[in-house]
T-cell receptor, first 116, second 112 residues
């Protein structure tokens, strides 16, 4: 099966600093990747769709300047949480869909962000 | 917009018994996919089973099977011979045009 790797799995940062989360497709090329946020015991909320070589598409209510997305290659997308605050603490998950899998998504391991 | 509804926030089942998780969805499209994902305590999302809307036959994967009722827009998951390792949050998801919409999830507890 397709493999999506996300790094780091856990990160603690100080309020006001920025944090970068990486999402890699290890055995396939992904022109599109997806970033989700998940609060405890809740569902996955789509934040943005990352498009290789172009701007990301953000969902309504998601701050573009706070959550910077870069998809510079066919196997890597990054999410940078800028000027992080405690309310940004959450679980972030990325996913990608291999070209031959229609809508079947494969997920990274997730990143638990804690802002102190 | 598509919506996915899971009306059972929590379910429990005795080990070796059978449990059914419910899911309904709303769409005006005719071509789409439906999925059940499992999220154990590790929080890694794992695909359990998928169903193509154009297929009338219900999908099965070992102990997991679905009851897909297209006209009723219902997509339930049956887990047979439940095992302790089945304990997790289960999400129903609707897929179309390479986008996924998730339900709110059902927390399944397996009792020894």
């Amino acid at each position: 099966g397709a493999v999506v790797s996300q790094h780091p799995s856990r990160v603690i940062c100080k309020s006001g600093t920025s944090v970068k989360i990486e999402c890699r497709s290890l055995d396939f090329q992904a022109t599109t990747m997806f970033w989700y946020r998940q609060f405890p015991k809740q569902s996955l909320m789509l934040m943005a769709t990352s498009n290789e070589g172009s701007k990301a598409t953000y969902e309504q209510g998601v701050e573009k300047d706070k959550f910077l997305i870069n998809h510079a290659s066919l196997t890597l997308s990054t999410l940078t949480v800028t000027s992080a605050h405690p309310e940004d603490s959450s679980f972030y998950i990325c996913s990608a869909i291999p070209p031959n899998r229609n809508t079947e998504a494969f997920f990274g391991q997730g990143t638990r962000l804690t802002v102190v | 917009a598509q919506t996915v509804t899971q009306s059972q926030p929590e379910m429990s089942v005795q080990e070796a018994e059978t449990v059914t998780l419910s899911c309904t969805y709303d769409t005006s499209e005719s071509d789409y996919y439906l999925f059940w994902y499992k999220q154990p305590p590790s929080r890694q999302m794992i695909l359990v089973i998928r169903q193509e809307a154009y297929k009338q036959q219900n999908a099965t994967e070992n102990r997991f099977s679905v009851n897909f009722q297209k006209a009723a827009k219902s997509f339930s998951l049956k887990i047979s011979d439940s095992q302790l390792g089945d304990a997790a949050m289960y999400f129903c998801a609707y897929g179309s045009a390479r986008q996924l919409t998730f339900g709110s999830g059902t927390q399944l507890t397996v009792l020894p």
